[in-house]
C-alpha cells in the first residue's frame, strides 16, 4: 500500500510538472523552424558551426570550422579557407567571408556593438578581436600555449562585451574559469575553478551579459546556468534537469530574457537532441521547444545561440553541420 501511494505520488507531481510547463508554453509565441535557411552558393563546404553572432544591421556571423571537426591531438595547419561568414538574416545569402589561414579549431564568435568580430581558438589558446570585415585588432593569449595565469588561456571558449569596451572570457575546457579584461586587453581579474559548488564550473562553454552588465555563464557539464554581478558576485544559478549539458545562452536585445541551448544522448552514445529554452533574467523558466516537443526538424545538436531583434533564433548546429533559423509562428 505505501509503495502504491508513493508511486501516485510521484506520478501526480509528474503530471504537475507537465501541465506546468505546457501551460506556460501555451502562454508563450511557438518558433517554427524556417526552412530553405540559409542559402549558400551551391556546394558551399559548411562544416561544424560553432559560433554565431549579430551585427549592428542584423547580418548573422558564424564561425565554422571548415573541413574540420574537434580531433585531438589538435591539427598542425591553419584552415586555409575562410572560417567567417556573414549571411543576410532575410535571405540566409551569403554577403561576405573571411578568416583564412587564421585559425586551426574554431569555437566561439560574438560581435559587439561597434560591430568588431571577437572569435575563440581553441587549439591555439587565444581570443582575437577584428573589425567587421576581417582586420585583426587585438590578440590575447599565447599561440598553441596552454596557462593558468592572467597572460594564457587553456581552451577558451567565448567572449562577451560590455557597454564599457571591457570584456569577458570563459576559459573554458582547461581552466573553468571567466576573466575579465580592460578595453585595451589589459586583464583585470578572473574568478572559478573546475567543481560543482557554487561559483565553481565544469567548463564554462558560453558567455553574456544584460543591460545591467550582468554576467551569464553556461556551466557545461554541470548543466546550468550561473549568475553573477559584473565583479564576479554570485547571484544565483538555474540547473537544467532534462539533458546531460547546457552549451551556450544569449541575452535578447531588450535585457529581459535569455535563450539557451542544451544537449543530451542515450548513454552518451545516441544523440536524443536539443532543446531551446526561456528564462527569465532573474533564472525562472518560462518555456522550451526543441528535443522536447514543438518542433519539427531533424535531432540537432546545438553548440550557440543568437537571437536578432525581431526574436528570431539562430543556433549552430554541430551534428548536421548548419546553421538553423526559428521564427515566431
Same mark, same amino acid.
Given at each position: 500500500?505505501?509503495?502504491?501511494?508513493?508511486?501516485?505520488?510521484?506520478?501526480?507531481?509528474?503530471?504537475?510538472?507537465?501541465?506546468?510547463?505546457?501551460?506556460?508554453?501555451?502562454?508563450?509565441?511557438?518558433?517554427?523552424?524556417?526552412?530553405?535557411?540559409?542559402?549558400?552558393?551551391?556546394?558551399?563546404?559548411?562544416?561544424?558551426?560553432?559560433?554565431?553572432?549579430?551585427?549592428?544591421?542584423?547580418?548573422?556571423?558564424?564561425?565554422?570550422?571548415?573541413?574540420?571537426?574537434?580531433?585531438?591531438?589538435?591539427?598542425?595547419?591553419?584552415?586555409?579557407?575562410?572560417?567567417?561568414?556573414?549571411?543576410?538574416?532575410?535571405?540566409?545569402?551569403?554577403?561576405?567571408?573571411?578568416?583564412?589561414?587564421?585559425?586551426?579549431?574554431?569555437?566561439?564568435?560574438?560581435?559587439?556593438?561597434?560591430?568588431?568580430?571577437?572569435?575563440?581558438?581553441?587549439?591555439?589558446?587565444?581570443?582575437?578581436?577584428?573589425?567587421?570585415?576581417?582586420?585583426?585588432?587585438?590578440?590575447?593569449?599565447?599561440?598553441?600555449?596552454?596557462?593558468?595565469?592572467?597572460?594564457?588561456?587553456?581552451?577558451?571558449? &567565448?567572449? $562577451?562585451?560590455? *557597454? @564599457? #569596451?571591457?570584456? =569577458? +572570457?570563459? /576559459?573554458?575546457?582547461? %581552466?573553468?574559469?571567466?576573466?575579465?579584461?580592460?578595453?585595451?586587453?589589459?586583464?583585470?581579474?578572473?574568478?572559478?575553478?573546475?567543481?560543482?559548488?557554487?561559483?565553481?564550473?565544469?567548463?564554462?562553454?558560453?558567455?553574456?551579459?544584460?543591460?545591467?552588465?550582468?554576467?551569464?555563464?553556461?556551466?557545461?557539464?554541470?548543466?546550468?546556468?550561473?549568475?553573477?554581478?559584473?565583479?564576479?558576485?554570485?547571484?544565483?544559478?538555474?540547473?537544467?534537469?532534462?539533458?546531460?549539458?547546457?552549451?551556450?545562452?544569449?541575452?535578447?536585445?531588450?535585457?529581459?530574457?535569455?535563450?539557451?541551448?542544451?544537449?543530451?544522448?542515450?548513454?552518451?552514445?545516441?544523440?536524443?537532441?536539443?532543446?531551446?529554452?526561456?528564462?527569465?533574467?532573474?533564472?525562472?523558466?518560462?518555456?522550451?521547444?526543441?528535443?522536447?516537443?514543438?518542433?519539427?526538424?531533424?535531432?540537432?545538436?546545438?553548440? &550557440?545561440? $543568437?537571437?536578432? *531583434? @525581431? #526574436?528570431?533564433? =539562430? +543556433?549552430? /548546429?554541430?551534428?548536421? %553541420?548548419?546553421?538553423?533559423?526559428?521564427?515566431?509562428?
Amino acid at each position: 500500500m505505501r509503495v502504491y501511494t508513493l508511486l501516485l505520488f510521484f506520478s501526480s507531481q509528474l503530471l504537475f510538472s507537465c501541465h506546468q510547463d505546457t501551460k506556460n508554453a501555451n502562454q508563450l509565441p511557438e518558433y517554427e523552424l524556417v526552412q530553405n535557411w540559409p542559402q549558400l552558393p551551391e556546394g558551399y563546404p559548411l562544416s561544424q558551426v560553432t559560433g554565431v553572432g549579430i551585427d549592428k544591421a542584423q547580418n548573422i556571423f558564424l564561425f565554422h570550422r571548415t573541413g574540420r571537426k574537434w580531433t585531438e591531438p589538435f591539427p598542425d595547419s591553419m584552415i586555409s579557407v575562410n572560417t567567417i561568414l556573414m549571411l543576410d538574416r532575410q535571405t540566409g545569402k551569403l554577403l561576405n567571408s573571411w578568416g583564412a589561414n587564421h585559425f586551426v579549431m574554431p569555437h566561439g564568435l560574438n560581435v559587439d556593438k561597434d560591430d568588431n568580430v571577437w572569435v575563440t581558438d581553441v587549439a591555439l589558446h587565444q581570443v582575437f578581436k577584428f573589425t567587421h570585415d576581417g582586420q585583426l585588432l587585438m590578440t590575447l593569449g599565447q599561440s598553441r600555449q596552454a596557462g593558468t595565469d592572467s597572460a594564457h588561456f587553456n581552451l577558451p571558449t &567565448d567572449v $562577451a562585451v560590455a *557597454n @564599457d #569596451g571591457s570584456f =569577458y +572570457v570563459s /576559459d573554458g575546457y582547461g %581552466n573553468s574559469r571567466v576573466v575579465k579584461f580592460s578595453s585595451e586587453g589589459r586583464y583585470m581579474f578572473a574568478w572559478g575553478t573546475k567543481g560543482d559548488q557554487v561559483g565553481e564550473f565544469d567548463t564554462p562553454h558560453g558567455i553574456d551579459l544584460d543591460a545591467a552588465g550582468n554576467v551569464y555563464v553556461a556551466d557545461r557539464e554541470n548543466n546550468r546556468i550561473q549568475k553573477f554581478d559584473g565583479n564576479g558576485k554570485f547571484i544565483n544559478s538555474w540547473k537544467n534537469d532534462r539533458a546531460e549539458q547546457l552549451y551556450s545562452l544569449t541575452v535578447n536585445e531588450a535585457g529581459n530574457e535569455i535563450f539557451a541551448a542544451d544537449y543530451s544522448t542515450e548513454l552518451k552514445l545516441k544523440p536524443l537532441g536539443s532543446d531551446i529554452i526561456n528564462l527569465d533574467t532573474s533564472l525562472h523558466f518560462i518555456s522550451r521547444f526543441g528535443r522536447s516537443g514543438q518542433y519539427e526538424g531533424p535531432v540537432s545538436r546545438y553548440h &550557440d545561440i $543568437a537571437m536578432d *531583434n @525581431d #526574436g528570431n533564433i =539562430y +543556433v549552430g /548546429d554541430i551534428l548536421n %553541420n548548419q546553421i538553423r533559423k526559428f521564427s515566431k509562428r
